[in-house]
């Protein structure tokens, strides 16, 4: 008996010793939530109907080019944004071409049903996205959409943000966005919330030269602008002093963003302006080498957000990795810029519902109202403990600071966050800590009114209260599963801290406290207890 009892002290006093290693010192061990440290909150929503867009423009673009290449006859093709969701018309298709269009359509079948409409010896082909590719095409946006955002701030260097995907319908297209200890929230936003769409277009080979308004740049080409091609603005310091001007580009681009490999701020050797060089991945150099080596001659405008930030003139073949963007840039926004490019492009744009900022000083007042409340509890609870059962309320007492130890230490080990309710639930560990322990006492005292000896009556009521309290606090730990799975960040901090000070509380409740009666009924011969 006295070896067992020997070993259980030193497991108690191992898991004491670790425990208190693992969360000194707290302020390096675990982390303070947004509604304790400050930072921000924000509620995103992304636009859906950009990446549905922008997926009929990708297809429109193949289809266009694919029959061109077959020189299958049409008028024009183009994209319409229609409220349900967007279309594809192929129009002007004569009798004799149908077969070989719709030869063409069934090759997109498996996302694109297609519908005729007649019309003057002609046909026009109608293409709509079936719902449940469109369905999926939303949640992945939303996903991909969760992805950057997430890269973005790892890379701005947040510790423990909370981004998750939140909403309600079919398709969940929020984003909830916590990122404690925030010093410039602007900055963040900005981060956040900037597409940063980066592609490199051909400009118009006969029309290269800058335009001063969109109306200009039309009428250079009868009043209409080919189907191909858009009007996009051009701002270049250098170019244009600043003033904004127009190029006619194609709109399928020759190179995109994710062709890209990485991005960095650098200066200008000349100007010592500071401009941002990007690098591209093995499909983006044969890309930008075939490009450039058909194209020699040609200018190719550099878009950044729909947007031209230059347009150099292809001289030669080029068949490097690298490229660069130049502009008025301070050197924090061209390391911003660079960042956001690193962390890929936002599949659409994004939508802020709510934006809160939490100061610091709200979050140190918070931290010193959940000390004094955690401390005015643990006090009533100390003093009931010990007014009801006496000196054994000593042993309920030490139970509930080893609790308290073990719980701290988890958090420490996890680098947990710790919230506003997370305190609540440490609270609510502290409250619930002596609830088996009165099970286990008053068992004790029936056993007593009974007539057993001390050492008897600890006995049963150890053995014979244990499946209750396994059983009332394994339903209690269920409830906190269901929290953290579906509960954002501070419901999930309330059901962490509610589910490891439950698992302490058995522990603490059945093997710490009979050890503390074992080790005190060994030592002397006990005919009554202080219960």
């Known amino acids: 008996m006295k070896k067992n009892l020997k070993y259980r002290m030193l497991v108690v006093l191992a ?39 922008a997926e009929a423009e990708q297809v429109r673009d193949r289809i266009d080019r694919e029959l ?38 069934r090759e997109y079948s498996s996302s694109w049903t297609y519908q005729r409409r007649y019309g003057e010896g002609q046909v026009d082909y109608v293409l709509q996205m079936i719902p449940a590719v469109r369905k999926y095409l939303a ?60 592609e490199l277009r051909l400009v118009h080979p006969e029309k290269s030269s800058e335009f001063s308004s969109r109306e200009s740049a039309a009428q250079a080409f009868g009043g209409m602008i080919p189907p191909d091609y858009e009007v996009l603005p051009y701002r270049d310091i250098n170019e244009t002093g600043g003033q904004t001007m127009y190029m006619v580009v194609r709109k399928a681009p020759s190179v995109t ?6 991005a960095r701020r650098s200066q200008d050797s000349f100007t010592g302006r500071s401009e941002v060089s990007f690098f591209l991945n093995t499909e983006g150099v044969a890309l930008f080498t075939r490009t450039t080596e058909q194209n020699v001659g040609n200018r190719l405008a550099i878009v950044l957000d729909d947007e031209i930030r230059s347009a150099p003139v292809i001289e030669s073949r080029i068949a490097s990795d690298s490229a660069r963007i130049t502009g008025q840039f301070t050197p924090e926004q061209a390391e911003d810029l660079a960042l956001i490019l690193r962390s890929g492009a936002l599949p659409a744009r994004i939508t802020i ?48 600071a080893i609790n308290v130890v073990i719980l701290l230490g ?72 269901f929290l953290f799975q579906f509960g954002t ?39 009554k207890l202080s219960i």
């Open 139 to 198: 949640q992945q946006t939303v996903n991909q959409a969760r992805e950057t955002i997430s890269n973005r701030v790892d890379q701005y260097g947040v510790a423990e943000p909370t981004i998750t995907v939140y909403g309600s319908g079919d398709v969940q297209d929020q984003i909830i966005v916590e990122l404690p200890g925030v010093d410039d929230p602007n900055r963040v936003i900005n981060l956040i919330r900037s597409t940063a769409r980066l």
């Open 15 to 53: 898991v004491v010793g670790v425990s208190i290693y693992l969360f000194v010192p707290p302020s390096q061990k675990i982390n303070l939530g947004l509604d304790l440290k400050g930072g921000i909150h924000l509620v995103l929503q992304v636009m859906l109907r950009d990446a549905l867009l």
């Open 353 to 400: 519902l709510e934006n809160r900022v939490v100061g610091p000083s709200l979050g140190m007042d918070s931290i010193r109202r959940g000390i004094l409340a955690s401390l005015a509890g643990a006090g009533l609870v100390i003093l009931a403990m010990l007014i009801v059962y006496r000196l054994s309320g000593a042993n309920a007492i030490i139970c509930l």
């Open 410 to 481: 988890v958090l420490g080990y996890f680098r947990a966050t710790l919230t506003l309710p997370g305190i609540a639930g440490v609270i609510l560990t502290i409250g619930m800590a002596v609830d088996a322990n009165i099970l286990i006492f008053e068992r004790i005292k029936e056993e007593l009114r009974l007539g057993k000896t001390v050492r008897s009556a600890v006995d049963a009521g150890f053995t014979r209260v244990f499946t209750t309290i396994l059983d009332t606090n394994l339903t209690t730990l269920i409830a906190a599963l």
């Open 68 to 105: 061109r290449d077959k020189e299958v006859a049409f008028a024009e093709s183009r994209t319409v944004d229609k409220p349900e969701s967007p279309e594809i018309e192929i129009l002007g298709v004569p009798p004799e071409a149908q077969d070989a269009v719709e030869v063409q359509l």
């Open 257 to 262: 963003g994710r062709h890209l490999k990485n």
């Open 489 to 527: 960040g501070p419901i999930r901090g309330f059901a962490v801290t509610l589910a490891v000070g439950l698992i302490a509380n058995v522990f603490a409740a059945t093997f710490v406290s009979r050890t503390i009666f074992d080790w005190y009924l060994q030592k002397r011969e006990v005919t």
